[in-house]
């Protein structure tokens, strides 16, 4: 098997300590591709620095909304820097979060727009969170003229009409381990209906363990072949053909080339 976990975060407090090992384990599971995500400049420092030394592995720069109160104005620009590294693969996490309001909403549009405007100007995709915003994250990308460009919304959890309305623009959407969760059946619904071209997988690792591993703590990229297996009987196929699959579209999002 050969799947890729296109959102994880190595470097988050729950699996830096043991980043060597968590990937080790994830490439004996079958997750041969990790993708891991910053939330905001220090943490995509050492996203960066993590995946100069291992080639299983790419990185994404971003301030998270829940972060945005405490980014400086020279921030964004310090990430272009970071945009610009060879490993360097997307723009992100970046976005809005209504449901904690850790930054003030105006702090969070504002950070949000700067930082689309910059991946663009670098032509990088776009990796975005969006919690309890989805009007407001879809107007602030349509304003900086992200429509029909490289945008996926991670941990996708909205609705049907959501699902559409990302697919009209031509973006697309990531599932996590909550497409195995018993009450997810519109989210199924959706996975199920998903074209072989659209499908993305990602843990967002150490959160949203899958079952049967839910109660788990932390997640590892490792359990995604879980997703994998659970998106493989939801739709009929095998789990070799969704692996290669959400690879192959990994591969062609990012432009990760297969070796």
Not at 16 to 34: C, S, Y
Not at 159 to 171: F, K, T
Not at 229 to 256: D, M, P, Y
Request: charged share 20%.
């Amino acid at each position: 098997m050969n799947l890729t976990d296109t959102h994880c975060h190595l470097t988050s407090s729950a699996l830096a300590d043991q980043a060597d090992a968590v990937i080790d384990r994830a490439i004996a599971a079958g997750v041969r591709r990790l993708i891991t995500v910053g939330t905001d400049l220090a943490d995509s420092q050492a996203a960066l620095a993590l995946a100069r030394r291992r080639s299983e592995l790419r990185m994404t720069a971003g301030i998270h909304p829940h972060e945005a109160a405490k980014a400086s104005p020279t921030d964004v620009e310090a990430l272009a820097t970071i945009w610009a590294e060879p490993v360097c693969v997307g723009a992100g996490e970046i976005g809005l979060d209504y449901h904690y309001d850790f930054s003030p909403r105006a702090v969070q549009q504002d950070l949000f727009a700067r930082q689309l405007d910059a991946a663009a100007a670098a032509e990088l995709p776009v990796v975005v969170h969006s919690r309890e915003a989805f009007d407001d994250t879809i107007r602030i990308l349509e304003r900086c003229g992200l429509a029909r460009r490289r945008v996926v919304f991670h941990c996708f959890g909205g609705s049907a009409d959501e699902a559409a309305a990302v697919a009209e623009r031509g973006w697309r959407i990531s599932l996590t381990g909550v497409v195995t969760f018993k009450r997810s059946t519109e989210l199924q619904a959706i996975a199920a209906a998903l074209p072989a071209d659209g499908l993305l997988l990602e843990t967002d690792a150490p959160y949203l363990s899958p079952e049967p591993v839910r109660h788990v703590r932390p997640n590892e990229p490792a359990n995604l072949v879980h997703t994998a297996r659970f998106l493989a009987k939801l739709r009929g196929e095998t789990v070799q053909s969704i692996a290669e699959a959400s690879t192959a579209n990994a591969a062609a999002f990012f432009r990760w080339p297969l070796a």
